[in-house]
């Protein structure tokens, strides 16, 4: 047998090797982590248009029965002395139920929470609100809801 020299070379990464490769990993985990965080921001906040929408087809749909909107200051009340129906509950009134289920916000906590109100001058009027997380969402309107400019405030009110 012929044993050439230099044959206990084994062949390893160096340290510097290592430390490259292992940069770089944590540099596209980083990447992954807030591009995924956006996803989720935007998923959430797509939630709440569309639940907004919904609840405003509700909206119509108890104009329609009862010839005003419901009353309400931060919640939707079948009338002024009826008790406030909570977000994720059943919005029913008089036997009528115009939604399954009144949406609640994906997050659900202070600012994050939706908010109706209807206009005290006009009964035919209402405002409902969602807070956004996306800053630079298209569809940012605080003044809409009267709101001032820099809110991140969706808002939709009677057509």
Do not use: H
């Not at 540099?27 to 996803?39: C, E, F, G, K, Y």
């Not at 959430?44 to 108890?62: H, I, S």
């Not at 036997?95 to 994906?106: A, G, I």
């Amino acid at each position: 047998m012929n044993k050439l020299k230099g044959s206990n070379l084994q062949k390893a990464f160096t340290l510097i090797e290592l430390l490259i490769v292992i940069s770089i990993i944590g540099i596209l985990v980083a990447a992954a982590t807030v591009s995924w965080r956006n996803a989720q921001m935007k998923g959430r906040d797509g939630k709440r248009k569309a639940d907004l929408k919904a609840v405003q087809q509700a909206l119509e749909t108890f104009l329609q029965t009862n010839g005003v909107y419901p009353s309400g200051s931060a919640k939707i009340k079948c009338t002024n002395s009826s008790p406030d129906i909570e977000w994720g509950s059943t919005f029913s009134c008089n036997s009528n139920t115009f939604m399954q289920t009144l949406p609640k916000d994906p997050v659900n906590v202070s600012p994050n929470v939706y908010t109706y109100i209807l206009d005290p001058v006009n009964p035919f009027k209402y405002k409902l609100y969602a807070f956004l997380e996306n800053t630079k969402d298209p569809d940012l309107n605080p003044t809409l809801c009267g709101l001032p400019p820099g809110q991140l405030v969706f808002c939709v009110t009677n057509p």
